[in-house]
């Protein structure tokens, strides 16, 4: 994991796919991955059209997901040097001027101070505070940018079926990674104009640790976009200069976790292009798992449901000889 984790992070996008191949080689595949399930009307749905969907991080149970460091001393002077540099405030003072100048809802003081070189640097730091305050809330921009579905390679992780399944009360589905006829994704007519089929939708291992990942010029870069939209202008090209967002970003800020999870044993599908929720894949499982403490009509209910969606493998949990959690196959007509 160690090795697979700093190949990642040693990526420069000169050749993606040339990288993708080998971080494919740094990666052993379980052959199957698991995901848990309390039973309810969209997880029963989702189970009976075969659908995963895509989540944002930041909607996730965990607000550490992503573990991330931010330098926010490092952006402070970032803008700081370009504020106290000729080179870098007259291009912006003069495209300032150009946005600001046909607008008479500016109040004309705003706009003589943001229009000198003395003003900007007033501006600047009389709103040190809320400018730190703002930083701080990029983390949650950086994990508003990656969509993911999350799995786990173990069936039988009691925490997770806990946390997951409604405390055994759920159900668990299984995939099978060597099985490519179950993937229905990019093999449909409805998949030509879907941005998942064209940008694909790969399946890593998360990296557990207890360094987070800087991510600074990150949420530096979005937080230059976030001006652009803002300002409707192209004043970001001023204040980015070199800290373009490096290729691989959304998959490293999305794959690291703190050291404490790794019993979860996860894996993340990411989409590896913005998509307006819902966003979905059509993935049929293999089997469907049902959950020790799981009741008769959740039971029925999710056997229907798995036959709809043409699952042939049903098993029931229990717990074996040894203590342990285990699973055997119901015979359904």
Known sequence: MEDYWKTLCSFKGEDIQAEINILNSKIKHPQYLYKYRAVNNNNLDALRSNKLFFSKANSYDDPFDTFLHIDKEKIYKHISDKLNSIETLIPLINEIKQTFQNQPAIPRDYFKQVTSSDGLKQLFNNNIIPF???????????????????????????????????????????????????????????????????????????????????????????????????????????????????????????????????????????????????????????????????????????????????????????????SRLNAYPLNVI
């Not at 997951?164 to 409805?190: I, N, Q, S, T, V």
């Not at 998360?206 to 409707?232: G, R």
């Open 132 to 322: 730190l305050e703002y930083i701080l809330t990029l983390r949650s921009k950086i994990q508003n940018e990656i969509l993911s579905i999350c799995f786990s390679e173990n069936g039988f992780n009691e925490s997770l079926w806990l946390k997951y399944a409604d405390m055994h009360r759920g159900f668990c589905l299984m995939y099978d990674l060597y099985d490519a006829e179950k993937f229905h994704c990019g093999k449909m007519d409805k998949c030509l104009e879907c941005g998942m089929s064209k940008c694909a939708t790969p399946i890593y291992p998360v990296y557990y640790s207890e360094q987070p990942y800087d991510a600074t010029n990150f949420a530096f870069y979005l937080m230059a976009q976030e001006m652009k939209i803002k300002l409707e202008t192209s004043l970001q090209e001023l204040m980015e200069q070199k800290i373009q967002p490096i290729p691989w970003e959304i998959a490293r800020t999305s794959l690291i976790k703190k050291e404490c999870h790794k019993y979860d044993e996860e894996w993340r599908m990411i989409a590896n292009c913005k998509m307006n929720l819902p966003a979905t894949i059509e993935w049929v499982p293999a089997a469907v798992i049902i959950g020790l403490r799981t009741s008769t009509v959740d039971t029925n209910l999710i056997i229907s449901m798995a036959k709809e969606a043409g699952i042939k493998k049903i098993y029931k949990s229990y717990i074996d000889e040894k």
